[in-house]
């Protein structure tokens, strides 16, 4: 029971089912209920004939209400799909109505091409020469029998014409004597339905036919004479009936042997088969038309059941792949189509889970990707936020990406709105961080110091500019250090050495002034002879400290007063041709050698550059007792690097941090402003300058100006 | 007809005959009905015509005719002497319809097509003594 519920769960809702079962149904309960009430009074010839239409209008009605069913059924669903929008209804509503369309025209023409030469066909079979070749054959044996008939007609009447046969005693004279003149093979009087007397031919099978009814004898008594046909095992009888005058019965009979009576019999029967066969043509033909019906039938059956289950079984994926692109592309990724196909539609299904799989794998990685973003942001806000150097990003037009909180406290800003220009925030007090910034993002260099004047207070900002790179966005991170407190510290500590170095350089003069006063005086006061060249001897050595003094107050003034630079373009080999020409061949032993690319072109001061070439030369020289003196320029990205190296003594170590500061000097003589004057004019042409060992000895600097 | 009942195929009349009490101002009552066959066959060989008479579908007698007149009177003539046994009851106003199904045919050779007479109404009549 658990079984048929099983099954009937599973197949209640397959077409084949509601269709074939309540049909079943029908045709069985219909055919059984026909057979019960007709088969006790048809023959079986007839029975099976009209059993025979009785089915073939079954199954035609039973397929055409199949038809209407599973069409109307078709066509109300299509209907409501397309109403309702169901994807795929209108393309299976197009396959249904071509499928039946190109079924239907053919298999009905064929129908009625089919029905129609199948009926001309029996009307022709009918219309010819057959009907007459067995009518006439039937009259032929119909005429055997007919003589047959007369004879004993004859030899009857005889019988009854005699008056001896009224007569007992003569009747057998009489009735030999008739059947032996008229060749028959029975002559008999009858009384009342009972045989009188009888004469026969032995050899006739008189014990083989029964006696005559008692109607057969009324009716030759009504109509004056009677036959009867009586077909027996060996033959056939003919008998002939007369009324005699006395109310008797003459009869003479004619017996057919069976091989004449069988001719006979077939051709009677030939012609009878038929015309029941032409009387019953009607009925041929509407069996034989209901019988292409139902083929015809069936055929649209199927091909309509078929074509509506092929349809639904092509459109089934191709709805299902529709309807999951649609809610692919409403966001739901990972949707799979779960409808079992095998054909190429089968592969598509395949491919688009495939796509979907892999597309809801991007997206999880994509999410994933997105998150770790956003906690890398996150991170990096936080670091921004917290780190103590102002950090800006902007764009290629100027719009604020970022701004951390520290650049904010740095420029007394307040937090600025989303996509707010940087060119109206940087305004008034800020206008020359602009306009720095204007020169950073031109390229012209990377770093740059700005002093501004924020709420009357002198504030140092180191500026560094970087370009965005990756993405689809392009602009610039700027990074803004406050090195006020560094370059106050710096300067003191400047000042403070300075000041030393400026009490030691006056201090020292000051001692052969003070000794060369003292021993004057003393020589004065002891009036010795040689008072005169001890003055002159004295007062020569102040002078010359003096001169010192005062050559040393100039250059301090010199550095103090250092001009504004003026850029202009020039070739870097020109300026230091003219840089090495004044130092070459000053001191025995130590030569100059110069190896910079002609072509290099440069935006510099010239003089500037030329006087701090000069005093590294001069450092050089001074430090180098033999050897050669190179100078070389050459390009690097960005910028142009020209180095100056001599075999000297070089720097020590400790001494190279403190080697570019005012009145510095290893010498012990000079007054320590060279390098530092070299450094600033570096630094005014935003470039900057290393010092590092040479190989094999001595000292090598390097200037990096911006190109 | 002839030519079917003479190339030996069964040939029947079906007659249905149903009494009513006749009610004039309303339906008429139905009181009894019966249907009576008369089927015909016709042997060549013998050149009989055999009768068989069916009551309600129960063969009531069989005859043999060797004429054809003799054979149609007896095919359109019901003679029956009781038809109906309605018991006690008056049979006022009665009224007898008769129906015979004459042969069956096939309109476009595929619906099935019976030719049939009309209902014939007639009074039934007292029996004389």
């Given at each position: 029971?658990?079984?048929?519920?099983?099954?009937?769960?599973r197949?209640?809702?397959?077409?084949?089912?509601?269709?074939?079962?309540?049909?079943?149904?029908?045709?069985?309960?219909?055919?059984?209920?026909y057979?019960?009430?007709?088969?006790?009074?048809?023959?079986?010839e007839?029975l099976?004939?009209?059993?025979?239409?009785?089915v073939?209008?079954?199954?035609?009605?039973?397929?055409?209400?199949?038809?209407?069913?599973?069409?109307?059924?078709?066509?109300v669903?299509?209907?409501?799909?397309r109403?309702?929008?169901?994807?795929?209804?209108?393309?299976?509503?197009?396959?249904?109505?071509?499928y039946?369309?190109?079924?239907?025209?053919?298999?009905?023409?064929?129908?009625?091409?089919?029905?129609?030469?199948?009926?001309l066909?029996?009307?022709?079979?009918?219309?010819?020469?057959?009907?007459?070749?067995?009518?006439?054959?039937e009259?032929?044996?119909?005429?055997?029998?007919d003589?047959?008939a007369?004879?004993?007609?004859?030899?009857?009447?005889?019988?009854?014409?005699d008056?001896?046969?009224?007569?007992?005693?003569s009747?057998d004279?009489?009735?030999?004597?008739?059947?032996?003149?008229?060749?028959v093979?029975?002559?008999?009087?009858?009384?009342?339905?009972?045989?009188?007397?009888?004469?026969?031919?032995?050899?006739?099978?008189?014990?083989?036919?029964?006696?005559?009814?008692?109607?057969?004898?009324?009716?030759?008594?009504?109509?004056?004479?009677?036959?009867?046909?009586?077909?027996?095992?060996?033959?056939?009888?003919?008998?002939t009936?007369?009324?005699?005058?006395?109310?008797?019965?003459?009869?003479?009979?004619?017996?057919?042997?069976?091989?004449m009576?069988?001719?006979?019999?077939?051709?009677?029967?030939?012609?009878?088969?038929?015309?029941?066969?032409?009387?019953?043509?009607?009925?041929?033909?509407?069996?034989?038309?209901?019988?292409?019906?139902?083929?015809t039938?069936?055929?649209?059956?199927?091909?309509?059941?078929?074509?509506?289950?092929?349809?639904r079984?092509?459109t089934?994926?191709?709805?299902?792949l529709?309807?999951?692109?649609?809610?692919?592309?409403?966001?739901?990724?990972?949707?799979?189509?779960?409808?079992?196909?095998?054909?190429?539609?089968?592969?598509?299904?395949?491919?688009f889970?495939?796509?979907?799989?892999?597309?809801?794998?991007?997206?999880?990685?994509l999410t994933e990707?997105?998150?770790?973003?956003?906690?890398?942001?996150?991170f990096?806000?936080?670091?921004l936020?917290?780190?103590?150097?102002?950090?800006?990003?902007?764009?290629?037009?100027?719009?604020?990406?970022?701004?951390?909180?520290?650049?904010?406290?740095?420029?007394?800003l307040?937090?600025?709105?989303?996509?707010?220009?940087?060119?109206?925030?940087?305004?008034?007090?800020?206008?020359?961080?602009?306009?720095?910034?204007?020169?950073l993002?031109?390229?012209r260099?990377?770093?740059?110091?700005?002093?501004?004047?924020?709420?009357?207070?002198?504030?140092?900002?180191?500026?560094?500019?970087?370009?965005?790179?990756?993405g689809?966005?392009?602009?610039?991170?700027?990074?803004?250090?406050?090195?006020?407190?560094?370059?106050?510290?710096?300067?003191?500590?400047?000042?403070?050495?300075?000041?030393?170095?400026?009490?030691?350089?006056?201090?020292?003069?000051?001692?052969?002034?003070?000794?060369?006063?003292?021993?004057?005086?003393?020589?004065?006061?002891?009036?010795?002879?040689?008072?005169?060249?001890?003055i002159?001897?004295?007062?020569?050595?102040?002078?010359?400290?003096?001169?010192?003094?005062?050559?040393?107050?100039?250059?301090?003034?010199?550095?103090?007063?250092?001009?504004?630079?003026?850029?202009?373009?020039?070739?870097?080999?020109?300026?230091l041709?003219q840089?090495?020409?004044?130092?070459?061949?000053?001191?025995?032993?130590?030569?100059?050698?110069?190896?910079?690319?002609p072509?290099?072109?440069?935006?510099?001061?010239?003089?500037?550059?030329?006087?701090?070439i000069g005093?590294?030369?001069?450092?050089?020289?001074?430090?180098?007792?033999?050897?050669?003196i190179?100078?070389?320029?050459?390009?690097?990205?960005?910028?142009?690097?020209?180095?100056?190296?001599?075999?000297?003594?070089?720097?020590?170590?400790?001494?190279?941090?403190?080697?570019?500061?005012?009145?510095f000097?290893?010498?012990?003589?000079?007054?320590?402003?060279?390098?530092?004057i070299?450094?600033?004019?570096?630094?005014d042409?935003?470039?900057?300058?290393h010092?590092?060992?040479n190989?094999?000895?001595?000292?090598?600097?390097?200037?990096?100006?911006?190109? | 007809?002839?030519?079917?009942?003479?190339?030996?195929?069964?040939?029947?009349?079906?007659?249905?005959?149903?009494?009513?009490?006749?009610?004039p101002?309303w339906?008429?009552?139905?009181?009894?009905?019966?249907?009576?066959?008369?089927?015909?066959?016709?042997?060549?060989?013998t050149r009989?015509?055999?009768?068989?008479?069916r009551?309600?579908?129960?063969?009531?007698?069989?005859?043999?005719?060797?004429?054809?007149?003799?054979?149609?009177?007896?095919?359109?003539?019901?003679?029956?002497i009781?038809?109906?046994?309605?018991?006690?009851?008056?049979?006022?106003?009665?009224?007898?319809?008769?129906?015979?199904?004459?042969?069956?045919?096939?309109?476009?050779?595929?619906?099935?097509?019976?030719?049939?007479?009309?209902?014939?109404d007639?009074?039934?009549?007292?029996a004389?003594?």
């Open positions: 029971m658990a079984k048929f519920r099983d099954l009937l769960l197949y209640r809702k397959d077409p084949r089912f509601i269709v074939s079962v309540p049909l079943t149904i029908l045709a069985v309960t219909s055919l059984v209920f057979v019960r009430q007709q088969a006790d009074e048809l023959t079986p007839a099976s004939n009209r059993i025979l239409l009785f073939l209008w079954n199954i035609n009605l039973l397929l055409i209400i199949g038809i209407l069913f599973v069409l109307l059924r078709g066509v669903k299509l209907v409501l799909e109403q309702r929008g169901i994807l795929g209804s209108r393309f299976r509503t197009k396959l249904v109505v071509t039946v369309a190109t079924s239907l025209v053919p298999v009905i023409l064929l129908f009625l091409v089919a029905t129609d030469l199948l009926r066909s029996i009307d022709r079979w009918f219309a010819t020469p057959v009907d007459t070749i067995l009518r006439n054959s009259r032929i044996a119909q005429m055997v029998q003589q047959a007369d004879a004993a007609g004859g030899a009857a009447l005889e019988i009854a014409s008056p001896a046969a009224g007569d007992v005693a009747i004279d009489v009735l030999a004597h008739v059947r032996r003149f008229h060749q093979d029975l002559a008999a009087v009858y009384r009342e339905g009972i045989l009188l007397k009888a004469q026969a031919d032995p050899r006739s099978p008189i014990h083989q036919m029964a006696d005559p009814t008692l109607r057969f004898f009324e009716d030759a008594g009504r109509t004056g004479r009677a036959v009867k046909i009586d077909v027996v095992a060996s033959g056939k009888w003919i008998r009936a007369v009324p005699m005058p006395d109310g008797g019965f003459a009869l003479a009979g004619v017996f057919i042997p069976a091989a009576s069988r001719m006979i019999d077939e051709s009677i029967i030939a012609h009878r088969d038929f015309r029941q066969l032409r009387t019953q043509r009607q009925t041929l033909k509407a069996s034989q038309t209901m019988l292409f019906l139902a083929v039938l069936a055929i649209l059956f199927g091909t309509l059941w078929i074509s509506i289950y092929a349809s079984r092509i089934i994926p191709i709805t299902a529709a309807e999951a692109t649609a809610r692919i592309a409403e966001g739901g990724v990972g949707h799979r189509v779960e409808v079992a196909a095998t054909d190429e539609v089968g592969r598509l299904i395949e491919s889970n495939d796509m979907s799989t892999q597309l809801a794998q991007q997206r999880q990685q990707t997105n998150r770790r973003l956003d906690d890398e942001r996150a990096m806000v936080t670091v936020e917290s780190v103590a150097t102002g950090i800006i990003a902007f764009g290629d037009d100027l719009e604020l990406l970022s701004i951390n909180r520290a650049a904010l406290q740095m420029l007394r307040e937090t600025p709105p989303p996509g707010a220009r940087l060119g109206e925030l940087l305004r008034a007090e800020l206008e020359p961080l602009a306009v720095a910034l204007q020169e993002t031109s390229g260099s990377r770093t740059r110091e700005v002093a501004l004047i924020l709420g009357g207070e002198l504030r140092y900002l180191e500026l560094s500019a970087a370009r965005l790179s990756g689809g966005d392009s602009g610039w991170v700027l990074a803004i250090e406050d090195s006020t407190q560094l370059v106050q510290a710096q300067k003191l500590a400047a000042w403070n050495e300075a000041a030393r170095r400026i009490a030691h350089e006056i201090k020292n003069p000051l001692t052969p002034i003070q000794l060369s006063a003292e021993r004057i005086a003393k020589k004065f006061r002891s009036n010795d002879s040689d008072t005169g060249a001890a002159e001897q004295g007062t020569q050595t102040i002078v010359d400290e003096v001169g010192h003094l005062k050559r040393m107050v100039d250059e301090f003034a010199r550095f103090a007063r250092m001009p504004a630079i003026h850029l202009r373009h020039a070739q870097l080999a020109v300026i041709d840089a090495v020409a004044l130092y070459r061949d000053v001191k025995p032993g130590v030569s100059i050698a110069i190896d910079v690319d072509e290099i072109e440069l935006l510099m001061d010239r003089e500037q550059i030329r006087r701090a005093n590294l030369l001069k450092n050089a020289v001074e430090a180098t007792e033999e050897g050669e190179r100078v070389a320029a050459r390009r690097a990205p960005h910028r142009v690097i020209i180095e100056v190296s001599d075999p000297g003594r070089g720097v020590p170590d400790e001494d190279k941090d403190k080697l570019f500061l005012p009145y000097s290893t010498k012990g003589r000079g007054t320590g402003l060279g390098l530092a070299v450094h600033r004019i570096v630094r042409h935003d470039g900057q300058i010092v590092h060992d190989q094999p000895q001595g000292t090598r600097f390097e200037i990096e100006l911006p190109a | 007809m002839t030519e079917a009942l003479n190339s030996g195929l069964p040939t029947s009349f079906t007659y249905s005959i149903e009494i009513y009490r006749d009610r101002n339906f008429n009552s139905g009181v009894a009905k019966t249907s009576v066959e008369v089927i015909c066959t016709f042997n060549s060989l009989e015509y055999l009768l068989n008479y009551r309600d579908r129960r063969l009531v007698r069989s005859e043999t005719f060797t004429e054809l007149a003799a054979l149609e009177r007896r095919m359109t003539v019901i003679e029956e009781a038809l109906f046994d309605i018991g006690p009851r008056r049979p006022y106003k009665l009224k007898v319809a008769v129906k015979a199904d004459l042969m069956r045919g096939w309109l476009m050779y595929v619906i099935p097509w019976e030719v049939s007479t009309r209902w014939h007639t009074r039934v009549r007292t004389e003594p």
